[in-house]
């Protein structure tokens, strides 16, 4: 089992071949096919290559599947004796990547 750590948006997602992965949003179409341009680590059983700090020579081709909402995610401020009740929500959009090959 194939597995790599990309980075995409400044942050750092652990991608193992055939399975998929939530991102932040990207502007791509849906079934669109690309490759992480910053591999950080690529691992094969027992070998493990590291970084400095990207490995170079190694591909990892990735599709889009969908683009889906998180989680929703609701703050609430409260002043007590004071009628200040604040509610305020927020949803995160992510982009669902499916992982083809690597390397």
């Not at 179409?29 to 700090?53: A, I």
């Not at 591909?59 to 929703?72: I, N």
Request: aromatic residues 6%; proline residues 3%; hydrophobic residues 35%.
């Amino acid at each position: 089992m194939k597995i790599a750590i990309v980075e995409s948006g400044g942050k750092q997602y652990r991608a193992v071949e055939g399975s998929t992965i939530d991102v932040d949003r990207l502007a791509r179409e849906v079934g669109e096919k690309f490759d992480f341009e910053r591999v950080l680590l690529v691992s094969d059983e027992d070998n493990v290559m590291v970084g400095t700090p990207t490995v170079s020579g190694v591909k990892v081709s990735a599709s889009v599947v969908d683009h889906v909402k998180g989680p929703k995610v609701t703050s609430f401020k409260y002043r007590p004796k004071k009628r200040i009740r604040v509610k305020g929500g927020h949803r995160h959009f992510y982009t669902r990547l499916m992982i083809e090959s690597i390397g």
